[in-house]
């Protein structure tokens, strides 16, 4: 079945945060390490995920000192998360 911003819109931002640990490749990211602030514009929800040696750490606030901070709304968020939308498809498409 392929994601639609339907099925998206229902996944919470906590599955999509709390389930990028089990994603991350820690062979690949074993020299990094880097913070990024998630600001989501249409909501007063931060989160902020943390890569470090491997291993990836989020929290449902901001952690202060980010590397890359991202504003953005949650439902293109959550669609690029489903692959719904790519990040070229999304820059292409932001106002500005």
Do not use: C, Y
Not at 12 to 38: C, E, Q, Y
Request: proline fraction near 7%; charge should be positive; charged fraction near 25%.
């Amino acid at each position: 079945m392929k994601p639609t911003p339907a099925l998206a819109r229902d996944i919470s931002l906590a599955s999509i945060f709390n389930g990028m640990a089990a994603h991350l490749n820690p062979d690949k990211s074993m020299d990094v390490h880097k913070r990024v602030l998630f600001q989501f514009t249409d909501r007063d929800v931060k989160w902020a995920v943390e890569v470090r040696r491997g291993v990836v750490e989020v929290w449902p606030f901001d952690i202060g000192d980010p590397d890359l901070t991202i504003s953005i709304r949650g439902q293109v968020w959550k669609e690029l998360a489903a692959k719904i939308r790519t990040p070229l498809g999304v820059r292409s498409s932001a106002p500005g």
